[in-house]
């Protein structure tokens, strides 16, 4: 069974730093995209940024320039680096991992990100 373990949230203040990491484990093949969402409470889940397998990256408008994606393909592990973090960024981030011949998809737990002002 395929799992996502998140880590790497926390309060920050405005201004501020994160790393996110997201750790994938079991039988993983034909890996096609990782990627990162966040969800704040009365909110749809919205996308921050994406992964391919090739390495093309994909990012929300709201965070170019400040958020940076990236990957250790031997360590199934994608990260997100989130520079210059707002309070309305406040929201729990989850993970997700899509492989397989026909995409499955895969979801962390999330992990909860708090930015005071």
């Known amino acids: 069974q395929v799992q996502l373990v998140e880590s790497g949230g926390g309060l920050v203040q405005a201004g501020g730093s994160l790393r996110l990491s997201c750790a994938a484990s079991?039988?993983?093949?034909?890996?096609?995209?990782m990627g990162w969402y966040r969800q704040a409470p009365g909110n749809q889940r919205e996308l921050v940024a994406t992964?391919?397998?090739?390495?093309?990256?994909n990012y929300a408008d709201s965070v170019k320039g400040r958020f940076a994606i990236s990957r250790d393909n031997g360590k199934n592990t994608v990260y997100l680096q989130m520079n210059g973090l707002k309070p309305e960024e406040t929201a729990m981030y989850y993970c997700?991992?899509?492989?397989?011949?026909?995409?499955?998809?895969?979801w962390g737990q999330g992990t909860l990100v708090t930015v005071s002002s």
């Open positions: 992964i391919t397998s090739g390495g093309n990256t």
């Open positions: 079991g039988s993983i093949f034909r890996m096609q995209l």
């Open positions: 997700k991992l899509i492989y397989g011949w026909t995409a499955r998809e895969v």
